[in-house]
């Protein structure tokens, strides 16, 4: 298997949807559940993540990015009753920042 097929394997193999975006916040790779989960929003691989997102997230994401440019690694973007959401930087084997993902969580069972 190549090294591609096995990433997007396991990328397609969570339920929750992931969701990769590059420096410019445009959306290069989303996994399957990602696709359904945005499919309201019609073809969106290649469009800006801000596409699908209110003005409020927007700008949290945008506050997000400039601490993940200032070496910052996770941060948490929403958490109500139906899911949380986090952001990821993504770096290359150097260290440089190349984008970052958006990952869906199921709410914790309390």
């Given amino acids: 298997m190549e090294e591609l097929d096995l990433l997007k394997s396991l ?7 992931l969701v990769f975006a590059d420096l410019n916040h445009t959306i290069r790779y989303m996994n399957d559940s990602a696709l359904h989960h945005y499919k309201k929003w019609g073809p969106i691989i290649g469009k800006s993540l801000f596409h699908c997102h209110n003005e409020r997230s927007c700008e949290t994401i945008r506050e997000i990015f400039g601490k993940f440019q200032n070496g910052e690694t996770e941060a948490l ?9 986090y952001m990821r930087a ?3 084997s150097t260290g440089e920042l190349i984008g970052y993902i958006e990952r869906f969580e199921p709410p914790s069972v309390k």
Wanted: aromatic fraction near 0%.
């Fill in 11 to 17: 990328c397609n193999s969570l339920k929750e949807p």
């Fill in 77 to 85: 973007i929403t958490d109500n009753k139906k899911h949380r959401v």
């Fill in 90 to 92: 993504v770096r290359n």
